[in-house]
DNA sequence: AAGTGGTCTAGACCACCAA
DNA sequence: TGGTGGTCTAGACCACTTA
Protein backbone atom coordinates (compact mmCIF):
# COMPACT_ATOMS: atom_id res chain seq x y z
CA UNK A 1 0.00 0.00 0.00
CA UNK A 2 1.86 3.24 -1.17
CA UNK A 3 1.84 5.60 1.59
CA UNK A 4 2.47 9.64 1.22
CA UNK A 5 5.26 11.42 3.67
CA UNK A 6 2.34 13.95 3.82
CA UNK A 7 -0.66 12.79 4.56
CA UNK A 8 -3.19 15.11 3.56
CA UNK A 9 -3.21 16.35 -0.40
CA UNK A 10 -0.58 13.55 -1.33
CA UNK A 11 1.11 13.81 -5.01
CA UNK A 12 4.84 15.41 -5.28
CA UNK A 13 5.88 17.52 -2.03
CA UNK A 14 7.07 20.04 -4.80
CA UNK A 15 3.01 20.48 -6.37
CA UNK A 16 2.08 20.75 -2.77
CA UNK A 17 4.14 23.43 -1.97
CA UNK A 18 3.21 25.08 -5.46
CA UNK A 19 -0.40 25.10 -4.48
CA UNK A 20 -0.28 26.50 -1.19
CA UNK A 21 2.33 29.45 -2.78
CA UNK A 22 -0.75 30.01 -5.60
CA UNK A 23 -3.60 29.54 -2.62
CA UNK A 24 -1.82 32.67 -0.48
CA UNK A 25 -1.27 34.73 -4.37
CA UNK A 26 -4.81 34.28 -5.08
CA UNK A 27 -6.24 35.00 -1.78
CA UNK A 28 -4.36 38.21 -1.27
CA UNK A 29 -1.60 37.19 1.23
CA UNK A 30 1.12 38.56 -1.24
CA UNK A 31 -0.04 40.99 -3.25
CA UNK A 32 1.61 41.79 -6.80
CA UNK A 33 4.76 43.38 -6.97
CA UNK A 34 5.31 41.94 -2.90
CA UNK A 35 8.37 40.27 -2.18
CA UNK A 36 7.70 36.63 -1.07
CA UNK A 37 10.15 35.32 1.89
CA UNK A 38 13.40 33.92 0.96
CA UNK A 39 13.77 30.51 -0.64
CA UNK A 40 15.72 29.19 2.82
CA UNK A 41 12.56 30.65 5.06
CA UNK A 42 9.94 29.20 2.51
CA UNK A 43 11.64 26.20 2.70
CA UNK A 44 11.77 26.00 6.28
CA UNK A 45 8.71 26.97 6.66
CA UNK A 46 7.27 24.64 4.43
CA UNK A 47 9.25 21.95 5.84
CA UNK A 48 11.04 21.31 2.78
CA UNK A 49 14.68 21.58 1.23
CA UNK A 50 15.89 24.51 -0.94
CA UNK A 51 15.69 22.05 -4.35
CA UNK A 52 12.27 21.14 -3.77
CA UNK A 53 11.26 24.92 -3.13
CA UNK A 54 12.82 26.11 -5.69
CA UNK A 55 11.65 23.47 -8.05
CA UNK A 56 7.85 24.81 -7.09
CA UNK A 57 8.85 28.25 -7.82
CA UNK A 58 10.21 27.38 -10.77
CA UNK A 59 6.90 26.08 -12.39
CA UNK A 60 5.16 29.22 -10.98
CA UNK A 61 8.36 31.68 -12.47
CA UNK A 62 7.44 29.76 -15.91
CA UNK A 63 3.59 30.71 -15.70
CA UNK A 64 4.76 34.46 -15.02
CA UNK A 65 2.90 34.05 -11.78
CA UNK A 66 6.23 34.97 -10.02
CA UNK A 67 9.35 36.73 -11.21
CA UNK A 68 12.84 36.23 -9.47
CA UNK A 69 15.81 38.74 -10.10
CA UNK A 70 19.22 37.21 -8.76
CA UNK A 71 20.40 39.33 -5.56
CA UNK A 72 16.88 41.10 -4.59
CA UNK A 73 14.44 38.30 -4.48
CA UNK A 74 11.09 36.37 -5.67
CA UNK A 75 7.90 39.08 -6.79
CA UNK A 76 4.14 38.08 -7.44
CA UNK A 77 4.20 39.24 -11.10
CA UNK A 78 2.30 42.23 -11.74
CA UNK A 79 0.65 43.85 -15.12
CA UNK A 80 3.36 46.80 -16.19
CA UNK A 81 2.53 48.14 -19.16
CA UNK A 82 4.99 46.79 -20.95
CA UNK A 83 4.23 43.08 -19.98
CA UNK A 84 1.01 43.65 -21.11
CA UNK A 85 2.03 44.70 -24.08
CA UNK A 86 4.75 42.23 -24.94
CA UNK A 87 2.35 39.17 -23.37
CA UNK A 88 -1.48 40.26 -24.44
CA UNK A 89 -1.08 42.69 -27.50
CA UNK A 90 -0.28 40.69 -30.63
CA UNK A 91 -0.41 43.06 -33.43
CA UNK A 92 2.81 44.02 -35.15
CA UNK A 93 3.46 46.64 -38.14
CA UNK A 94 3.81 45.20 -40.98
CA UNK A 95 8.10 45.62 -40.99
CA UNK A 96 8.18 43.34 -38.12
CA UNK A 97 8.43 45.99 -35.29
CA UNK A 98 6.36 46.26 -31.95
CA UNK A 99 4.13 49.29 -31.15
CA UNK A 100 2.39 50.11 -28.59
CA UNK A 101 -1.25 51.36 -28.72
CA UNK A 102 -0.75 54.86 -27.61
CA UNK A 103 -3.77 56.51 -27.35
CA UNK A 104 -7.34 55.13 -26.43
CA UNK A 105 -10.44 57.28 -26.90
CA UNK A 106 -13.36 55.76 -24.77
CA UNK A 107 -16.72 55.93 -27.33
CA UNK A 108 -18.66 54.87 -24.25
CA UNK A 109 -19.00 53.32 -20.86
CA UNK A 110 -22.21 51.90 -19.37
CA UNK A 111 -23.44 49.92 -16.11
CA UNK A 112 -26.27 47.77 -17.93
CA UNK A 113 -27.56 44.32 -17.56
CA UNK A 114 -25.73 41.13 -19.12
CA UNK A 115 -26.79 40.02 -22.40
CA UNK A 116 -27.26 35.82 -22.48
CA UNK A 117 -23.41 35.82 -24.26
CA UNK A 118 -22.09 37.86 -21.69
CA UNK A 119 -24.29 35.69 -19.00
CA UNK A 120 -22.51 32.45 -20.11
CA UNK A 121 -19.22 33.23 -21.31
CA UNK A 122 -18.88 35.60 -18.01
CA UNK A 123 -20.80 32.68 -16.09
CA UNK A 124 -22.82 35.08 -13.92
CA UNK A 125 -25.94 34.67 -12.36
CA UNK A 126 -28.67 35.44 -13.93
CA UNK A 127 -29.97 39.22 -13.97
CA UNK A 128 -26.16 39.96 -13.00
CA UNK A 129 -25.02 43.33 -14.34
CA UNK A 130 -21.54 44.24 -16.31
CA UNK A 131 -19.89 47.03 -17.33
CA UNK A 132 -19.34 47.69 -20.85
CA UNK A 133 -16.38 50.02 -22.38
CA UNK A 134 -16.59 50.48 -26.28
CA UNK A 135 -13.28 52.05 -27.28
CA UNK A 136 -11.01 53.18 -30.55
CA UNK A 137 -7.28 51.93 -30.18
CA UNK A 138 -4.68 54.09 -32.45
CA UNK A 139 -1.53 52.44 -33.57
CA UNK A 140 1.31 55.31 -34.74
CA UNK A 141 -1.65 57.70 -34.90
CA UNK A 142 -4.36 56.07 -36.93
CA UNK A 143 -7.11 54.09 -35.45
CA UNK A 144 -6.59 50.48 -36.21
CA UNK A 145 -9.18 48.83 -33.66
CA UNK A 146 -12.56 49.14 -32.30
CA UNK A 147 -12.87 47.59 -28.89
CA UNK A 148 -16.23 46.26 -26.81
CA UNK A 149 -15.03 44.92 -23.40
CA UNK A 150 -17.37 43.57 -20.75
CA UNK A 151 -16.23 42.77 -17.10
CA UNK A 152 -18.97 42.04 -13.89
CA UNK A 153 -19.91 44.88 -12.26
CA UNK A 154 -19.92 42.93 -9.59
CA UNK A 155 -16.01 42.64 -9.23
CA UNK A 156 -15.77 46.58 -11.04
CA UNK A 157 -17.88 48.47 -8.82
CA UNK A 158 -17.62 52.57 -10.13
CA UNK A 159 -15.75 51.14 -12.63
CA UNK A 160 -18.03 53.49 -15.09
CA UNK A 161 -17.89 56.58 -13.13
CA UNK A 162 -14.61 56.93 -11.69
CA UNK A 163 -14.10 60.41 -12.97
CA UNK A 164 -11.37 59.68 -15.57
CA UNK A 165 -12.05 57.77 -18.31
CA UNK A 166 -10.42 54.34 -17.99
CA UNK A 167 -6.44 54.19 -19.15
CA UNK A 168 -5.14 52.16 -22.04
CA UNK A 169 -3.36 49.47 -20.26
CA UNK A 170 -6.75 48.00 -18.63
CA UNK A 171 -5.45 44.80 -17.08
CA UNK A 172 -3.14 47.19 -14.37
CA UNK A 173 -6.03 49.04 -13.73
CA UNK A 174 -7.75 45.39 -12.94
CA UNK A 175 -5.22 44.87 -11.02
CA UNK A 176 -4.59 48.02 -8.92
CA UNK A 177 -7.92 48.82 -8.47
CA UNK A 178 -9.39 46.46 -8.46
CA UNK A 179 -7.73 43.25 -6.93
CA UNK A 180 -8.49 41.30 -10.17
CA UNK A 181 -5.16 39.87 -11.72
CA UNK A 182 -5.76 38.59 -15.65
CA UNK A 183 -3.47 35.33 -15.63
CA UNK A 184 -4.00 33.74 -18.75
CA UNK A 185 -6.46 34.49 -22.03
CA UNK A 186 -7.76 32.31 -24.70
CA UNK A 187 -8.30 34.36 -28.22
CA UNK A 188 -10.48 33.05 -31.40
CA UNK A 189 -10.00 34.96 -34.55
CA UNK A 190 -12.48 35.50 -37.35
CA UNK A 191 -12.56 37.59 -40.71
CA UNK A 192 -15.36 39.72 -41.03
CA UNK A 193 -16.29 42.65 -43.28
CA UNK A 194 -16.28 46.65 -41.32
CA UNK A 195 -19.79 47.42 -40.78
CA UNK A 196 -21.20 51.32 -41.55
CA UNK A 197 -19.33 52.18 -38.14
CA UNK A 198 -16.96 50.85 -38.08
CA UNK A 199 -15.29 51.79 -41.62
CA UNK A 200 -16.13 55.61 -40.28
CA UNK A 201 -14.32 55.51 -37.24
CA UNK A 202 -11.44 53.62 -38.55
CA UNK A 203 -11.58 55.65 -41.52
CA UNK A 204 -12.03 52.67 -44.27
CA UNK A 205 -13.54 51.92 -47.68
CA UNK A 206 -16.41 50.31 -46.77
CA UNK A 207 -16.22 46.67 -47.29
CA UNK A 208 -12.69 46.29 -46.15
CA UNK A 209 -12.24 42.94 -44.43
CA UNK A 210 -11.12 42.98 -40.32
CA UNK A 211 -10.16 40.69 -38.09
CA UNK A 212 -12.45 39.99 -35.31
CA UNK A 213 -10.72 38.80 -31.84
CA UNK A 214 -12.96 37.29 -29.19
CA UNK A 215 -10.97 37.28 -26.30
CA UNK A 216 -12.20 36.01 -22.42
CA UNK A 217 -9.50 36.29 -20.13
CA UNK A 218 -9.41 34.75 -16.90
CA UNK A 219 -8.30 35.77 -13.40
CA UNK A 220 -6.13 33.66 -11.31
CA UNK A 221 -8.32 31.36 -9.44
CA UNK A 222 -9.55 30.51 -13.06
CA UNK A 223 -12.79 32.52 -13.26
CA UNK A 224 -13.70 34.39 -16.67
CA UNK A 225 -13.39 37.94 -16.03
CA UNK A 226 -13.18 39.97 -19.30
CA UNK A 227 -15.16 39.45 -22.55
CA UNK A 228 -12.89 41.51 -25.27
CA UNK A 229 -14.15 41.68 -28.74
CA UNK A 230 -11.76 43.61 -31.01
CA UNK A 231 -12.23 44.50 -34.55
CA UNK A 232 -8.32 45.36 -36.33
CA UNK A 233 -7.83 46.93 -39.51
CA UNK A 234 -4.64 44.74 -40.79
CA UNK A 235 -3.91 46.66 -43.71
CA UNK A 236 -0.70 47.81 -42.20
CA UNK A 237 -0.10 45.58 -39.19
CA UNK A 238 -0.57 41.90 -38.68
CA UNK A 239 -1.33 39.47 -35.80
CA UNK A 240 1.60 37.75 -34.92
CA UNK A 241 1.87 34.01 -33.24
CA UNK A 242 4.52 32.08 -32.50
CA UNK A 243 4.48 28.52 -32.50
CA UNK A 244 7.08 26.88 -30.16
CA UNK B 1 39.02 36.40 -11.79
CA UNK B 2 35.77 34.52 -12.42
CA UNK B 3 36.83 31.13 -13.26
CA UNK B 4 34.75 28.34 -15.39
CA UNK B 5 35.13 24.75 -13.96
CA UNK B 6 35.04 23.84 -17.84
CA UNK B 7 37.29 25.62 -19.41
CA UNK B 8 36.04 25.74 -22.79
CA UNK B 9 32.21 27.08 -23.52
CA UNK B 10 31.65 28.79 -20.49
CA UNK B 11 28.23 29.53 -18.62
CA UNK B 12 26.16 26.93 -16.67
CA UNK B 13 26.97 23.50 -16.68
CA UNK B 14 23.65 22.44 -17.32
CA UNK B 15 23.42 24.93 -20.58
CA UNK B 16 26.73 23.42 -22.19
CA UNK B 17 25.21 20.12 -21.85
CA UNK B 18 22.03 21.00 -23.10
CA UNK B 19 23.86 22.55 -26.17
CA UNK B 20 26.19 19.11 -26.59
CA UNK B 21 22.47 17.29 -26.69
CA UNK B 22 21.43 19.73 -28.92
CA UNK B 23 23.87 19.47 -30.72
CA UNK B 24 23.67 15.77 -31.47
CA UNK B 25 19.94 15.81 -32.44
CA UNK B 26 20.57 18.73 -35.22
CA UNK B 27 23.14 16.36 -36.83
CA UNK B 28 21.81 13.29 -36.83
CA UNK B 29 23.79 11.22 -34.43
CA UNK B 30 20.43 10.86 -32.71
CA UNK B 31 17.32 10.50 -34.86
CA UNK B 32 13.52 11.46 -34.38
CA UNK B 33 12.01 8.45 -32.54
CA UNK B 34 15.01 7.25 -31.14
CA UNK B 35 15.88 6.36 -27.34
CA UNK B 36 18.53 8.63 -25.68
CA UNK B 37 21.00 6.56 -23.08
CA UNK B 38 19.41 6.79 -19.97
CA UNK B 39 20.28 9.26 -17.65
CA UNK B 40 22.89 7.90 -15.10
CA UNK B 41 25.00 6.56 -18.68
CA UNK B 42 24.60 10.20 -19.88
CA UNK B 43 25.39 12.14 -16.67
CA UNK B 44 28.46 9.65 -16.50
CA UNK B 45 29.25 10.35 -20.17
CA UNK B 46 28.98 14.53 -19.57
CA UNK B 47 30.89 13.98 -16.12
CA UNK B 48 27.98 15.57 -14.59
CA UNK B 49 25.37 14.19 -11.80
CA UNK B 50 22.17 13.19 -12.48
CA UNK B 51 20.80 16.48 -11.63
CA UNK B 52 22.48 18.67 -13.63
CA UNK B 53 21.85 16.29 -16.56
CA UNK B 54 18.17 16.18 -15.49
CA UNK B 55 18.48 20.17 -15.48
CA UNK B 56 20.00 20.09 -18.80
CA UNK B 57 17.18 17.77 -20.32
CA UNK B 58 14.40 19.65 -18.71
CA UNK B 59 14.63 22.65 -20.72
CA UNK B 60 14.69 20.67 -24.17
CA UNK B 61 11.51 18.85 -22.83
CA UNK B 62 9.85 21.63 -22.50
CA UNK B 63 10.73 22.88 -25.77
CA UNK B 64 8.75 19.32 -27.24
CA UNK B 65 12.66 18.93 -28.56
CA UNK B 66 12.78 15.29 -26.25
CA UNK B 67 9.88 13.56 -24.74
CA UNK B 68 10.14 11.67 -21.41
CA UNK B 69 8.65 8.31 -20.46
CA UNK B 70 8.43 6.88 -16.93
CA UNK B 71 10.05 4.01 -16.71
CA UNK B 72 10.91 3.52 -20.75
CA UNK B 73 13.23 6.65 -21.50
CA UNK B 74 13.82 9.52 -23.31
CA UNK B 75 13.49 10.12 -26.65
CA UNK B 76 13.72 12.44 -29.62
CA UNK B 77 10.57 13.81 -30.60
CA UNK B 78 8.38 13.01 -33.41
CA UNK B 79 6.34 14.77 -35.67
CA UNK B 80 3.49 12.51 -35.66
CA UNK B 81 0.48 13.72 -37.38
CA UNK B 82 -1.18 14.05 -33.70
CA UNK B 83 0.93 16.17 -32.39
CA UNK B 84 1.38 18.36 -35.70
CA UNK B 85 -2.40 19.02 -35.59
CA UNK B 86 -2.58 19.76 -31.43
CA UNK B 87 0.82 21.96 -31.87
CA UNK B 88 0.86 23.34 -35.41
CA UNK B 89 -3.23 23.20 -36.86
CA UNK B 90 -4.97 26.10 -35.09
CA UNK B 91 -8.07 26.54 -36.59
CA UNK B 92 -10.90 24.94 -34.47
CA UNK B 93 -14.78 24.26 -35.49
CA UNK B 94 -17.23 27.28 -34.08
CA UNK B 95 -18.33 25.13 -31.11
CA UNK B 96 -14.72 24.91 -29.53
CA UNK B 97 -14.50 21.18 -31.04
CA UNK B 98 -10.81 20.16 -32.56
CA UNK B 99 -10.61 19.03 -35.99
CA UNK B 100 -8.45 17.19 -38.32
CA UNK B 101 -8.08 18.02 -41.81
CA UNK B 102 -8.86 14.66 -43.17
CA UNK B 103 -8.49 15.30 -46.86
CA UNK B 104 -6.04 17.46 -48.55
CA UNK B 105 -6.49 17.91 -52.70
CA UNK B 106 -3.48 18.85 -54.15
CA UNK B 107 -4.33 21.22 -56.78
CA UNK B 108 -0.87 21.83 -57.89
CA UNK B 109 3.26 20.92 -57.08
CA UNK B 110 5.90 22.43 -59.33
CA UNK B 111 9.64 22.93 -59.27
CA UNK B 112 10.62 26.08 -60.15
CA UNK B 113 12.69 29.18 -59.59
CA UNK B 114 12.64 31.12 -56.28
CA UNK B 115 10.30 34.29 -56.40
CA UNK B 116 12.05 37.36 -54.97
CA UNK B 117 9.95 36.85 -51.75
CA UNK B 118 10.84 33.07 -51.25
CA UNK B 119 14.14 33.97 -51.48
CA UNK B 120 14.57 36.20 -49.17
CA UNK B 121 11.87 34.85 -46.53
CA UNK B 122 13.94 31.53 -46.97
CA UNK B 123 17.07 33.25 -47.25
CA UNK B 124 18.24 31.15 -50.43
CA UNK B 125 20.91 31.99 -53.11
CA UNK B 126 20.80 33.87 -55.80
CA UNK B 127 19.15 31.91 -58.36
CA UNK B 128 18.22 28.95 -56.50
CA UNK B 129 14.90 26.75 -57.14
CA UNK B 130 11.87 25.98 -54.39
CA UNK B 131 9.18 23.24 -55.03
CA UNK B 132 5.41 24.81 -54.34
CA UNK B 133 2.56 22.73 -53.49
CA UNK B 134 -0.63 24.80 -53.55
CA UNK B 135 -3.69 22.27 -52.10
CA UNK B 136 -7.41 22.44 -50.64
CA UNK B 137 -7.56 21.38 -46.92
CA UNK B 138 -11.22 20.09 -45.92
CA UNK B 139 -12.68 20.11 -42.31
CA UNK B 140 -15.49 18.11 -41.75
CA UNK B 141 -16.31 17.47 -45.18
CA UNK B 142 -15.89 21.26 -46.21
CA UNK B 143 -12.99 22.57 -48.10
CA UNK B 144 -12.04 25.68 -45.87
CA UNK B 145 -8.09 26.32 -46.29
CA UNK B 146 -6.23 26.71 -49.39
CA UNK B 147 -2.64 26.47 -48.73
CA UNK B 148 0.66 27.50 -50.88
CA UNK B 149 3.60 26.03 -49.72
CA UNK B 150 7.31 26.83 -51.02
CA UNK B 151 10.46 24.64 -49.60
CA UNK B 152 13.64 25.49 -50.50
CA UNK B 153 14.39 22.43 -53.45
CA UNK B 154 17.64 21.60 -52.18
CA UNK B 155 16.64 20.40 -49.06
CA UNK B 156 13.79 18.31 -50.37
CA UNK B 157 15.15 16.77 -54.37
CA UNK B 158 12.67 15.13 -56.09
CA UNK B 159 9.26 16.03 -53.80
CA UNK B 160 7.74 16.87 -56.52
CA UNK B 161 7.65 13.84 -58.86
CA UNK B 162 7.34 11.58 -55.97
CA UNK B 163 4.44 9.47 -57.43
CA UNK B 164 2.16 9.67 -54.63
CA UNK B 165 0.36 13.37 -53.68
CA UNK B 166 1.87 14.69 -50.49
CA UNK B 167 0.35 13.08 -47.72
CA UNK B 168 -1.79 15.19 -45.01
CA UNK B 169 0.63 15.55 -42.85
CA UNK B 170 3.63 17.65 -44.33
CA UNK B 171 5.71 17.81 -41.31
CA UNK B 172 5.76 14.03 -40.76
CA UNK B 173 7.15 13.55 -44.53
CA UNK B 174 9.48 16.02 -44.23
CA UNK B 175 11.00 14.51 -41.11
CA UNK B 176 11.09 11.37 -42.31
CA UNK B 177 12.08 11.58 -45.51
CA UNK B 178 13.88 14.62 -45.90
CA UNK B 179 15.51 14.39 -42.26
CA UNK B 180 14.30 18.06 -41.95
CA UNK B 181 12.42 18.44 -38.50
CA UNK B 182 10.06 22.00 -38.33
CA UNK B 183 10.77 22.98 -34.45
CA UNK B 184 9.00 26.34 -34.30
CA UNK B 185 7.19 28.70 -36.83
CA UNK B 186 6.13 32.29 -36.50
CA UNK B 187 2.68 33.06 -38.11
CA UNK B 188 1.42 36.69 -39.43
CA UNK B 189 -2.52 37.05 -39.43
CA UNK B 190 -4.10 39.29 -42.06
CA UNK B 191 -8.15 39.77 -42.95
CA UNK B 192 -8.69 39.78 -46.71
CA UNK B 193 -11.48 39.28 -49.62
CA UNK B 194 -11.52 36.06 -51.39
CA UNK B 195 -10.41 35.96 -54.56
CA UNK B 196 -12.67 35.09 -57.34
CA UNK B 197 -10.36 31.91 -58.05
CA UNK B 198 -10.41 31.50 -54.30
CA UNK B 199 -14.61 31.57 -54.29
CA UNK B 200 -15.22 28.94 -56.51
CA UNK B 201 -12.91 26.49 -54.90
CA UNK B 202 -14.09 27.26 -51.39
CA UNK B 203 -17.55 27.02 -52.87
CA UNK B 204 -18.17 30.74 -51.32
CA UNK B 205 -20.33 33.52 -51.80
CA UNK B 206 -18.00 36.52 -53.56
CA UNK B 207 -16.46 38.90 -51.27
CA UNK B 208 -16.26 36.64 -48.32
CA UNK B 209 -13.27 37.62 -46.09
CA UNK B 210 -11.04 35.03 -45.36
CA UNK B 211 -8.06 34.76 -42.76
CA UNK B 212 -4.58 34.91 -44.41
CA UNK B 213 -1.72 33.37 -42.59
CA UNK B 214 1.85 34.00 -43.69
CA UNK B 215 3.60 30.86 -41.81
CA UNK B 216 7.45 30.65 -41.76
CA UNK B 217 8.89 27.40 -40.48
CA UNK B 218 11.96 26.95 -38.80
CA UNK B 219 14.24 23.99 -38.99
CA UNK B 220 16.38 22.45 -35.67
CA UNK B 221 19.35 25.02 -36.41
CA UNK B 222 17.20 27.71 -36.65
CA UNK B 223 17.27 28.08 -40.08
CA UNK B 224 13.74 28.82 -42.05
CA UNK B 225 13.04 26.12 -44.13
CA UNK B 226 8.93 26.21 -45.13
CA UNK B 227 6.92 29.62 -46.49
CA UNK B 228 3.10 28.55 -46.49
CA UNK B 229 0.49 31.08 -46.89
CA UNK B 230 -3.30 29.68 -45.90
CA UNK B 231 -6.51 31.52 -47.24
CA UNK B 232 -9.02 30.42 -44.15
CA UNK B 233 -12.89 30.81 -44.49
CA UNK B 234 -13.86 31.55 -40.92
CA UNK B 235 -17.46 31.16 -41.17
CA UNK B 236 -17.64 28.31 -39.06
CA UNK B 237 -14.09 27.48 -37.69
CA UNK B 238 -11.45 30.11 -36.08
CA UNK B 239 -8.43 30.48 -35.09
CA UNK B 240 -7.62 29.69 -32.10
CA UNK B 241 -4.66 31.34 -29.49
CA UNK B 242 -4.29 30.69 -26.13
CA UNK B 243 -2.13 33.35 -24.08
CA UNK B 244 -0.59 32.47 -21.08
C1' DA C 1 13.70 -8.39 -10.91
C1' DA C 2 16.10 -5.07 -13.42
C1' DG C 3 16.14 -0.75 -15.68
C1' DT C 4 14.15 3.69 -16.49
C1' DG C 5 12.65 8.31 -15.22
C1' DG C 6 10.80 11.17 -10.95
C1' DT C 7 11.37 13.05 -6.33
C1' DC C 8 13.85 14.69 -2.34
C1' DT C 9 17.60 15.89 0.71
C1' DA C 10 21.67 18.33 2.95
C1' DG C 11 25.15 20.80 2.10
C1' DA C 12 28.47 23.44 -0.61
C1' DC C 13 29.76 27.16 -3.35
C1' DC C 14 28.99 30.92 -6.93
C1' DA C 15 26.99 35.40 -8.87
C1' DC C 16 24.58 39.33 -7.98
C1' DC C 17 22.65 43.25 -5.31
C1' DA C 18 22.21 46.75 -1.80
C1' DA C 19 23.62 49.22 2.10
C1' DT D 1 29.48 42.65 4.04
C1' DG D 2 25.42 40.03 4.36
C1' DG D 3 21.41 38.49 2.05
C1' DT D 4 19.33 36.84 -2.17
C1' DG D 5 18.76 33.73 -5.99
C1' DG D 6 21.55 30.23 -9.13
C1' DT D 7 24.29 26.08 -9.72
C1' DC D 8 26.05 21.55 -8.57
C1' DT D 9 26.82 17.26 -6.15
C1' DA D 10 26.24 12.46 -4.15
C1' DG D 11 23.30 9.61 -2.69
C1' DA D 12 18.80 7.79 -1.39
C1' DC D 13 14.39 6.20 -2.43
C1' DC D 14 9.92 6.05 -5.20
C1' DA D 15 6.94 4.96 -9.38
C1' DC D 16 6.55 2.96 -13.58
C1' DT D 17 7.57 -0.35 -17.44
C1' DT D 18 9.10 -4.55 -19.35
C1' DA D 19 10.30 -9.08 -19.31
Not at 115 to 129: D, G, I, P, V, Y
Not at 177 to 199: D, M, P, S
Request: hydrophobic residues 35%; neutral net charge; contains cysteine.
Amino acid sequence: MPENRLLPGGGPLYIQVRDRVVARIVNGHWLPGNALPSEQQLAAEFGVSQGTLRKALDTLVTENLLLRQQGKGTFVATHTPHRELFHFFHLVSADGMRELPTTSRVLGIELRRATTTENTRLKLSRSASVIHIRRLRELSGKPLIIEDISVPARLFRGLETNGDAPPNALYALYEEVYGVTIRRAVEHLRAVIATAEETKLLNLPSGTPLIEIDRLGEALDGTPVELRLSRCNTQSHTYRSEIE
